[in-house]
């Protein structure tokens, strides 16, 4: 006789499980709904991953998320007062915003008019209430277009974070740039949390860069500190033959917050992409990527830093998905943590079957500042082509004395001689992003962590 075992639920699997069954009477019909339901039963034969789930071995989200916090309601006016301020590291940018408060399109607060010709902002939440996500175009000419690009598969399809997300997304930017439309000015979509209770926010972007078109667009996700709210956000991306995108996401959520970031991209022939996230707040973050080369000849650059302390627990995961040859990627990450912090990489390359002459490498490493820091890295290759040239590498350790001492001997006190070479560690990473505004931004950043250092 063998003995059914059924699973016991943790608390916050069972306040998910509530808080869909209380959300599915008021979704709308179509392909949308029912991509809602399909992800939701995956997650919940899932459950949340935990250390024997090997993409989730580092951070163990069965212990690290204890409770599933209430959905958040409509932001108050005190939240949309303070929302004002929200994104002000970008402010010298000059950037257009577009700025959601407790996951939800603030208008008032947004910059929509005169849009430059071939581009077109939208919320998803009007979207999804009118049950009409908009076309995807093709990434090739002859393609055909897909109805309904939010019931359709990307390449992050399967993850935990990411089928959660999709079971209650609420709101997010729909942001489409025409074929041959070059942006000129930077889009900011900016994420402010501006609750005083615990809550949590599922928010949902798609951003389609026409074949040609050209858009260098800004991520910013921010709250206050002592409130321990959740956030899982995710982006869906699209960018056809010839395209150009350039996004930087800054992360300075709360000191409590709980952070799961998706980006699920699919890039067509002859693109150039690149991205850098930007981690300095939030107690648990995950930033996750999801990347596809699905024409050949693309150049792909992915990248990051990572600025930890006290118990903050940083985890970036990367699969970059070769499916077309001729393309070249470069990833480098590194991570600087101080106190008791963790920083995670994991990192996977994937060469498919006949996508000969790809040229990708990864690089991540770490700083260690304390003792009673901790870095996990975890780079990997799977290879199915024979003309290709692949490579991975990671390092961590301490700041070389030998340096320090150098500068000290030229009369820089120690902590400003600390502070000189963490800046230079991080600056190669920095250097990666297109935009010279950007980087400016980044650096002063930096300089303001390390500024608040003991």
């Keep these: 006789m063998t003995a059914e075992i059924t699973p016991i639920k943790t608390a916050a699997e069972s306040g998910l499980a509530a808080a869909f069954a209380a959300l599915r009477g008021r979704l709308p019909d179509g392909a949308v709904a029912a991509r809602r339901e399909a992800a939701f039963r995956r997650f919940e034969a899932q459950g949340l991953p935990h250390r024997r789930v090997e993409e989730w071995k580092y951070t163990d989200l069965r212990v690290l998320m204890r409770d599933a916090k209430p959905l958040a309601g409509a932001p108050d006016a005190g939240a949309r007062a303070r929302a004002k301020a929200a994104g002000g590291v970008f402010a010298m940018i000059g950037a257009r915003r577009v700025v959601f408060v407790d996951g939800a399109f603030a208008p008032e607060l947004s910059d929509l008019a005169a849009l430059e010709p071939g581009l077109k902002i939208s919320s998803l939440a009007d979207a999804l209430s009118r049950g009409d996500p908009p076309p995807l175009p093709p990434l090739r000419a002859g393609e055909g277009r897909e109805t309904e690009r939010l019931a359709a598969a990307g390449p992050a399809a399967g993850d935990v974070a990411y089928e959660l997300n999709t079971a209650f997304m609420g709101d997010g930017a729909i942001v489409e740039v025409g074929a041959g439309a070059e942006i000129a000015r930077p889009l900011h ?66 000191g409590e917050a709980l952070h799961l970031a998706t980006l699920s991209a699919t890039i067509g022939a002859k693109a150039n992409v690149s991205d850098f996230a930007f981690l300095t707040g939030g107690l648990v973050v995950r930033n996750q990527l999801f990347v596809r080369c699905a024409g050949a000849g693309t150049t792909l650059a992915l990248g990051g830093a990572s600025l930890l302390k006290g118990r903050q627990h940083g985890d970036t995961t990367l699969l970059v998905d070769h499916a077309a ?13 101080d106190g008791a ?60 004395e030998n340096l320090k001492f150098y500068l000290m001997a030229r009369g820089i006190p120690e902590k ?6 963490i800046q230079s560690f991080v600056g190669e990473a920095i250097e990666m992003v297109p935009h010279e505004g950007v980087r400016d931004v980044l650096m002063a950043a930096t300089l303001r962590w390390l500024g608040g250092r003991p």
Excluded: W
Excluded at 218 to 242: C, F, I, K, M, W
Excluded at 416 to 421: C, G
């Design 341 to 400: 912090s963790r920083g995670v990489f994991q990192g996977k390359i994937i060469v498919r079957p006949g996508a000969q002459k790809t040229d990708s490498r990864m690089m991540t490493r770490a700083l260690l500042l304390s003792e009673d820091a901790e870095a996990d890295n975890k780079p990997e290759l799977e290879i199915f082509a024979d003309d290709v040239q692949c490579g991975h590498g990671a390092t961590s350790g301490a700041l070389d």
């Design 189 to 254: 979509l900016v994420f402010f949390y501006g609750a005083q209770r615990s809550a949590a926010v599922f928010s949902r972007s798609l951003v389609i860069v026409g074949a040609g078109a050209g858009l260098t667009l800004l991520e910013s996700h921010e709250g206050p500190d002592g409130v321990d709210y959740q956030v899982n956000t995710a982006l869906d991306l699209v960018v056809g033959d010839g395209g150009r995108l350039n996004r930087i996401k800054v992360n300075a959520e709360g």
């Design 416 to 421: 400003e001689a600390e502070a000189l070479l």
């Design 325 to 337: 040859g001729g393309c070249e990627g470069r990833e480098l990450f590194k991570s600087v943590l």
